[in-house]
């Protein structure tokens, strides 16, 4: 398993949580997505899966969630 950590900002509710989530987990080998909210500034989102996933993916679907990653840890 590899874990990859993120800031993803724009995120201000449950909502917009659940949009990321579900975006990021819609990529190949991706098994888990947690999010520490932090509302008005960059949340950190842990990203789990099989093997490392392409920084161009995960850019893309937090884009088409409608937020943007600001760092990939």
Known sequence: MTT?????????CGNCV???TAELKEIDGVS???VDL???EAS??????TSQVEEAAIRA?????????TAIH
């Open 4 to 12: 990859t950590t993120i800031d993803v900002t724009g995120m201000t």
């Open 32 to 34: 888990d997505v947690s």
């Open 18 to 20: 659940a949009h990321v």
């Open 61 to 69: 679907a937090v884009d088409e969630a409608g937020y943007q990653v």
């Open 44 to 49: 950190p989102v842990t990203i789990t899966s």
């Open 38 to 40: 932090h509302q008005g």
